[in-house]
């Protein structure tokens, strides 16, 4: 048990600076997920014939494509391509750091989930809400931030709360191409002390906290964007 | 007059494919296509295809198995946490809450390399006639992600249990029907129909988590494009090749299923 | 609506700082494989990296006044890794191998030692083709260990590959494998481990195959930088003459790894 103390002699320190790193990225990766989506819905929606067919492709892709085969292509590819494309124009390549990488790489695949989720979020809106913002003279962009996404949220925060948790799940995977979470780092202590099931359970335990300590934020958020609506009992 | 409509409605659908955008996008992925038969590597194909079918094949009943032990563990996961007392059903629940709420990456290595590494310490198992199996490392990767997909379908079943209607359950017990016979003509033939649409994502879903059984070092269709690509350096062609073949099985599963549920008659009531 | 527009901006700024600054010229990111591979690289309880080859590299680095960063990153992506720059230099006992030069280019050897059989203590065999006929051989993939052990135990029931050697030591441990074939001193490690104590002995050095087994392992850099493999070559000439190899050597060994001019194994 002394394995686990969080000073030196002990590992839980590593794991528990795994598990920032994993809530890092996490965070990042829904955070750009979020902008993805939220342009890739309005591009869905609203955008020309070429966008969405594009658009397509893309979700299609990425929902079709296994998560760890798209990371070792995004890992590898993503950021060559990026460092290829500045040279190419002229600047000087950019140091992408692995929690960089690793942010754009599950944001990529979360962007195409977020698209999906917002899109569907904001068709639930009612039709006469918009018209209403219409008929006021708002801009588009107005009309946006005054009225599509607030309006949107309540409908888009389950399927965005499902996005968290899958995110932090799949942190995992950057295990397999080297970068430190807590997966990686279990799997180092594990290796180090050959303490196997103990580093394994004990990993268990803290993505589970984390699950359980998001679904409860989660419930107090849905609650909040909520506020004002009929409640769903009611409803039916 | 029919076959005039069914030329209108082939042009019709022809017509989908043809607008000019469509067209022009076709032409540019057919260009992107062919670039990259022409300027990347493939030689190593030939050499490498007999070993990729069998991971093909390998991933295929590892996907067929799981899904169908998984969700014969699901029904009962449903049934206990939709109407059962509180001992069966709080165990159901934590199981469900436990396989949803941590990644299975982890539940995979804590099954082969924790579990794993525990049971030749008794030589009662070593001497048993498991551990041929328990030698294996499929057996762990069948029983990780069985667990896996019974976690995520129970807790769609709980909801289809608990979601057909009262009314069907009572009419049935006023029929003087026994609970077994309830639950095998009324309720498990009515759950089942609100679950199927879920089960064509869940199933994509788990066939997007088999190439995680290659770290656990089953050699799927996944590891042997891990291994062209330590053979060869080369990073690009093999995982471009795998996402396209992940891509071609997860149409034909989408097909298949959309034709399952055609044919069913879907009346929830 | 304020919060939401917060939130977008937030997120907005965490990505651009993600992607972080522009790259220093004079860095030398070391790349090591991110797994224990004692006694020479493998991290310690509060996450450092420590071992014979982190010493090494260093005293290379500090020779050649370059400014290195230890990069752990994946075994099996090490290569791709450096090819697409996430990496300068590959430290991570690597083989020279005609192979790998295809790909990469190597500095000259920094050590040289012979390539081992182990397997379960109660199951008496030697290290050569015959006596793995029809056992299950454990190598870790990428390795000179794999392409040998395929080469030269083409009797074996199967030759297992793992992503580490560390996993390929457990399932040795664990029963799943009757051998694993691996540098001589990374599993003269793990053979002084209880769990390699319990389990294991040493089953014996296998025949030479240069070809294969390479002149001994290098630091591995991109073929165009050769700037950076001279920078590499004369540091390990100059450790080697001041002293300074021998100092960080017999703090891990008892012996000599460098191996000798001509090639013992």
Known sequence: ?236 | MSAEAVAINMAARASIWLKPHRIVLILIALALVLCAAFFMRWDWLPQYWEMGLIGLWRSLWILAVTCALGFALAVPLGLAQAGGPIWFSAPAKAFCTIIRGTPLLLQLWLLYYGLGSIFPQYPWIRESWLWPYLRQAWPYAVVALTFSFAGYEGEVMRGAFAGVPRGQLEAARAFGMSRWKIFRRIWLPQAFYRALPTLTGETVLQLKSTPLVATISVIDIFAVSSKVRQDTYLTYEPLLLLALIYMTITGILVFVFSRIEARIPVKIG | MKTVLKTFAAALLIGVAAMGGVAKAEQVKIGIAAEPYPPFTSPDASGKWVGWEIDFVNAVCAEEKLDCVITPVAWDGIIPALTTKKIDAIVSSMSITDERKKTIDFSDKYYNTPTAIIGPKDQKFGATPDDLKGKVIGVQVSTVHAVYAKKHFTGAQEIKEYQTQDEANNDLAAGRIDAVQADSIALGEFLKTDQGKACCDLKGMVAPDDEVLGPGVGVGVRKEDTALKEKFNAGIKAIRANGKYDEISKKYFDFDIYGGATQSN
């Open chain 1, 1 to 236: 048990m002394e394995l686990l103390s969080p000073v030196a002699p002990g590992w839980g320190g590593t794991l528990l600076v795994g598990l920032l790193h994993s809530i890092e990225i996490a965070v990042g990766a829904t955070c750009l997920g979020l902008m993805i989506g939220t342009a890739g819905a309005f591009g869905k929606l609203y955008g020309g014939p070429v966008t969405r067919d594009l658009l397509a492709v893309y979700t299609t892709i990425v929902r079709a494509v296994p998560e760890l085969v798209l990371i070792l292509l995004l890992y590898y590819a993503g950021t060559d391509l990026i460092n290829q494309m500045l040279t190419a124009i002229g600047y000087s390549r950019v140091d992408i750091s692995g929690l960089a990488a690793g942010i754009f790489v599950l944001g990529f695949v979360q962007g195409a989930y977020s698209t999906e989720v917002i899109r569907g979020a904001i068709l639930a809106i009612p039709q006469g809400q918009i018209e209403a913002a219409r008929a006021y003279g708002m801009s588009p962009g107005l009309m946006l931030r005054r009225i599509t996404l607030p309006a949107m949220l309540p409908f888009a925060i389950p399927g965005l709360a499902n996005l968290w948790l899958i995110a932090t799940k799949d942190t995992a995977l950057l295990a397999v191409v080297g970068f430190f979470e807590l997966t990686l780092a279990t799997r180092q202590a594990a290796g180090v002390t050959k303490a196997y099931l103990l580093f394994y359970l004990a990993a268990g335990a803290l993505y589970l906290a984390l699950t359980l300590f998001s679904n409860l934020i989660i419930g107090r958020v849905e609650a909040w964007s909520r506020r004002g609506m009929p409640s769903v009992k009611e409803a039916r």
